[in-house]
């Protein structure tokens, strides 16, 4: 049942894109952009009726069905619609089926993941929910699409699978990026960073028991400035750059409504204002539908944030209203806010806390001791890893005889502004986790991948050859690794896809997972019941 739900939802987020693209009045033939798209929509209909009623396994069937329609019924319109099944059958079935087959899930899945999205489908989003929890009052929309996964037979064991829909929709869109010939022809750099890119997204975050909330909204990013480049360098295909300006704006709220601190990739958007051919498109699209479909992440982000904890951005205390009886008191925020810096800064660990945690965290006081536990081997691996991928594209494509320079766009603007939202991560919550790993990963590869775009062959099947062969060096990587952690996992859980595709309750049994909603419905007299936007709605205070 996982492998059956896991393929068809994938295609009906496909056939939801296919809606969205049509009421916004935008172009995609892509899987993997109508697929990210779909998913997108998806987090605003999870919104959107989370707060009037469960996501219960009716409810959530329609849904699924309802998108099922939407693409069957537009296959016919659909361009290289038997290539684009292929890819979609090869990469979601043959491919990340060891993906998603897993025995033990993130270490924040029984902590605060499986609580919040299994509550979504017994309640209407109660009020003040932050309060049982603390891992509850930064609501990712990722929760709230998973709601959507509790569905007949296989019940609660789907919510794991959204990262793998978001890995497989982005592995769809850079396969046809790097082998678009006319990318090709007009800037090599588009399917250079895409080959590289989807090289180091599935080795590095080959694990989907690492991926968390996190990760899926770093490969987003990568997408995202990926699109940026290319529409900065067509100058002349108008209806193209409004498509992808308005994807460009999907990803990044959509981003944001991941994880908050993401909101600093807003500073993205300047750039569209430096060029001429894409400042005039920029501001046509203000107020347009597609304007009112980006903010609406944003503002559901802030809603729910708000009536889970008092505060608009969590956990920043100026923006929290102690007067509001749920509210979370802003002493108690400030140490979330301190706690959070003092983890990323090395300063704690599940055993180990300093003893004076603000100054710790004051100026570069965290430095020395973050270098010691944290950058060695943490982020020194990482870079080694990164740097050996770097070598080994460039070796692969570097061509010592021809010297050609066709692309003259630069990117200091993009430079100067990454570089800046890195000091911030560092500054602030260096951790890799937190906003490093595809930060670091672009500052590498976009220097790189310009470079080879200047020195390399014009011979588009030279490069369509040399990229086959790193991408399945890539896929035996990805496998390799996935049957040795499965191999792991049945060591040390019992664990075995083959006889009992379900992950495990580790690290207690079910009724530990579900604590919260046994303890809703034994304390439910005790908790208000408030009228809230027309609605009679429970209230945890």
Known sequence: MLYFYFYFISLSFIGYGIFICKFLKIKFYDF?????????????????????????????????????????????????????????????????????????????????????????????????????????????????????????????????????????????????????????????????????????????????????TDRSGMILLLLSIIILISTINDKINKNQNCSYIILFSILIFFTISIKPYYMVYLSLFMIFLFYDHTRKIFFKLFFTKSFTYCLLFLIYLIFYTFINSGCLIFPIKETCFENIFWAIDKTSVESVNIWFELWSKAGANPTFVVDDREEYIKSLNWLSNWIEVYFFNKVSDFLVGILLLSMIIFFTFKNKKIFEKKNKENFYILYSLLLIILLEWFLKHPALRYGGYHLIAILVFLPLTQYLANHSYNDFNNFKKKSIILILITITIFFSRNITRLNKEYTQYKYNPLKASNFQFIGGDEKFYLRYSNHMKKYKEKYKNFIFLGKKTLIIN
């Open 32 to 212: 993997g952009v109508l697929g990210l798209i779909g998913v997108s929509f998806s987090a605003l209909a999870a919104y959107q009726t989370s707060f009037f009623f469960y996501h219960g396994k009716l409810f959530n069937s329609i849904f699924f069905i309802i998108g099922l329609i939407f693409f069957f019924y537009n296959l016919k319109n659909l361009l290289n619609i038997k290539n684009e099944l292929i890819k979609h059958l090869i990469i979601f079935v043959l491919i990340l089926s060891i993906f998603i087959s897993i025995g033990k899930n993130h270490d924040d899945f029984p902590y605060y993941h499986f609580p919040y999205i299994h509550l979504l489908t017994e309640y209407s989003h109660p009020i003040g929910l932050g309060n049982l929890n603390n891992g509850f009052r930064t609501p990712s929309s990722l929760f709230f699409i998973s709601s959507l996964f509790y569905l007949p037979k296989i019940n609660i064991y789907l919510y794991h699978i959204l990262p793998a829909i978001i890995l497989g929709f982005s592995n769809l869109f850079l396969f046809n990026l790097i082998f678009s010939k006319k990318a090709f022809d007009k800037n090599k750099i588009i399917n250079f960073l895409s080959l590289v890119v989807l090289i180091f997204i599935n080795i590095f975050f080959y694990r989907l028991a690492e991926h968390g």
